[in-house]
């Protein structure tokens, strides 16, 4: 009778480990060097309309950009070819714009697309851009608040020129249809909380912004020091 060679092992077992869900599902936290410098971007098209090249170029300061393989650059030229159809339009194109919303995402384009794929980025302040002149007022209203806003201190180059195209697309809807069509506002919904607008964004991804504090608690302990005296008959 032959014998019978050895039972092949799994992959995983000549490992000398099994796989887990969590060493599956895990993966380790990525931090960007502070003084590693971004690479380049180089190849913006001319012929984009102008806020998709500054959509472009914002990449080559923003932090994210340190870990990009040249696909990413080509991807992120394709997206900007359709950020830049999407503003050229005669009205909002929805289904363009969530397409466009969906790319960015995937490119880590804002401080929330960052942590949700655990990515540290140097916190600095990174100057905001003017708005466009023209912007609805609702449009204008929002770019000027999200300046205003804490959670603003993360934004790298990348945000401030994201949060421009939300604001121009807001403009262009509100222009054409003197209001949100519903489909079209859950689409908003999704940039705004791409931009970490509403505390529920903000929290749902540990992001806790501490109010400034107005208080003088030395007065106030002196004061509660000078009321126990005088009931202590101090």
């Known amino acids: 009778m032959a014998k019978r060679g050895p039972v092949p092992k799994r992959s995983d077992e000549v490992m000398g480990k099994h796989r887990t869900k969590e060493r599956v599902t895990k993966a380790p936290a990525a931090t960007a060097s502070p003084t590693a410098a971004p690479q380049p971007a180089s190849g913006a098209d001319t012929s984009w309309h102008p ?20 696909s990413d650059w080509e991807v992120l030229k394709i997206l900007c070819d359709h950020m830049s159809v999407t503003l050229r339009g005669a009205k909002l194109n929805g289904e363009l714009f969530q397409a466009v919303l969906g790319q960015a995402e995937d490119m880590m384009t804002t401080e929330a697309s960052r942590r949700r794929m655990r990515l540290e980025t140097p916190v600095e302040h990174h100057q905001a851009p003017e708005p466009a002149e023209g912007w609805h007022e609702r449009a204008a209203a929002f770019y000027e608040a999200l300046k205003a806003s804490g959670q603003a201190i993360y934004y790298q180059p990348s945000d401030w020129a994201f949060a421009l195209f939300v604001a121009e697309c807001l403009s262009m809807h509100y222009r054409a249809t003197r209001g949100l069509a519903g489909r079209t506002y859950s689409m908003f919904r ?8 509403t505390e529920s964004a903000r929290r749902s991804l540990d992001m806790e912004l501490v109010q400034a504090e107005t208080r003088d608690i030395e007065a106030e302990v002196a004061e509660y020091m000078t009321k126990v005296d005088a009931e202590m008959g101090w």
Not at 190 to 197: D, E, H, Q, R, V
Request: hydrophobic share 45%.
């Open 51 to 70: 806020l998709a090249r500054a959509f472009y170029d914002s990449f080559g300061q923003s932090g994210q950009s340190f870990y990009f393989e040249p």
């Open 190 to 197: 999704s940039a705004f909380t791409l931009l970490l607008a």
